[in-house]
């Protein structure tokens, strides 16, 4: 079985500051992981995914994110965040029959 | 433009009553999926699908129906059962190949 861990509940930062939002995982199979964000009263957007490849992921606006296997961790970072970054964050982990398992989400605070 | 479409936005149900929130998707995924949320819990899976006429229960299915008659609809029945309902409801659908497509959402309100 497959879970999610996202270290973090709340992360407050600075307008222009760097930001990371950590996530581990546990999974006995192959491991598909997801970063999704969601703004208030909407759906989850995709920021990025890691399915195979490169273990350093590039997403949407500005976000990237680092598959570590030996730490079993895929935490998500962007060097320089702006307003419009406040929103909630959620990593999520693939099972092989598609089902994706939540982490209990990271809501990020950027101030001016 | 392809996506998926939940409605209504909002919902109120009174006690006792059962209450149906619509999932339309036409971006020819084969699966779709129920998810409710809850602040502080992330998204816990009520039902699946994968294929027409055929779905399997999630992690917190008990107070909840779902059919699949069509590839492009999900529908999700709250019944009289659930004790808690009122959540926020997102319906999602997916390929082999995909990471999953959300719709934007209903909210559902016991009165």
């Known amino acids: 079985a497959q879970s999610v861990t996202q270290l973090d509940s709340q992360v407050p930062v600075f307008e222009e500051a760097p930001v990371e939002l950590r996530c581990n995982y546990s999974?006995?199979?192959?491991?598909?992981l997801f970063w999704y964000v969601q703004y208030p009263n909407q759906g989850l957007q995709l920021l990025l995914k890691?399915?195979?490849?490169?273990?350093l992921v590039k997403g949407i606006n500005g976000f990237e994110a680092e598959f570590n296997k030996s730490q079993t961790s895929f935490h998500l970072r962007k060097p320089s965040v702006h307003i419009s970054d406040t929103a909630e964050y959620f990593c999520?982990?693939?099972?092989?029959?598609?089902?994706?398992?939540f982490g209990a989400g990271t809501t990020v605070t950027v101030r001016a | 433009d392809g996506g998926i479409t939940q409605s209504p936005k909002y919902l109120f149900r009174k006690e006792g009553q059962n209450v149906t929130l619509s999932c339309e998707q036409n971006?020819?995924?084969?699966?779709m999926y129920w998810y409710r949320q809850d602040p502080g819990q992330g998204l816990r899976l009520i039902y699946y699908s994968q294929i027409v006429n055929d779905f399997q229960k999630g992690d917190i299915a008990e107070g909840y129906s779902v059919s699949r008659e069509k590839k492009e609809s999900f529908p999700l029945t709250v019944t009289s059962a659930q004790k808690n309902p009122t959540a926020f409801y997102l319906c999602a659908s997916s390929t082999a190949a995909s990471g999953y497509t959300f719709g934007s959402g209903t909210r559902l309100t016991v009165v």
């Open positions: 971006l020819n995924h084969d699966a």
């Open positions: 999520a982990v693939r099972s092989n029959d598609y089902k994706l398992s």
């Open positions: 999974s006995s199979v192959s491991v598909y």
């Open positions: 890691y399915l195979s490849g490169s273990t």
